[in-house]
């Protein structure tokens, strides 16, 4: 399996990031030429592959992470990112019983949570961009229909 990340750089233009690099970059190490400003907007996908060679699209998620103007990541944002993000499964944890005021009361946080977090970490992408992004995928040799995930890749 592989992770395929590409950076939005403008309606329609993908660029190509290297994994490591998006790791030195969430890292704080690393920092993109001509950043977008305020949040630079992402296409992760998740590859199968056999012998190296792309044969499905596992997942495909789009978020947008919070940039400094001079191409880093900003710290303190993408920490408010990621608690949103965390208090968003605050459901998945519950000692409460269900049915009590507790746990309705934690359910409903969550709900509060995981708006926040669609609100700070969320994009979609116009029409433009999936297609786009599909040619993009096709020119490496994984089919997408511009929507969905699944296994489009050569029969097998």
């Known amino acids: 399996m592989g992770f395929w990340i590409y950076l939005h750089r403008g309606e329609g233009v993908w660029q190509r990031i290297p994994w490591a690099r998006f790791d030195r970059f969430t890292d704080g190490k690393d ?59 605050e459901d998945l944890f519950l000692r409460a019983e269900p049915g009590s005021r507790e746990y309705a009361d934690a359910i409903s946080r969550a709900r509060f949570a995981r708006r926040r977090a669609a609100y700070l970490a969320g994009w979609h992408p116009s029409p433009a961009d999936r297609q786009a992004l599909q040619v993009e995928l096709a020119r490496r040799g994984l089919a997408w229909d511009g929507y969905s995930s699944g296994r489009f890749g050569p029969p097998g």
């Not at 950043?35 to 998620?61: Q, S, Y």
């Open 31 to 89: 920092r993109i030429k001509d950043p977008p400003a305020g949040a630079a907007k992402f296409a992760e996908a998740w590859v199968d592959t056999e012998e190296r060679i792309p044969v499905e699209l596992l997942r495909l998620v789009f978020f947008k992470m919070p940039m400094r103007p001079d191409g880093s990541l900003d710290p303190e944002r993408e920490k408010e990112r990621t608690r949103a993000r965390f208090d968003a499964q």
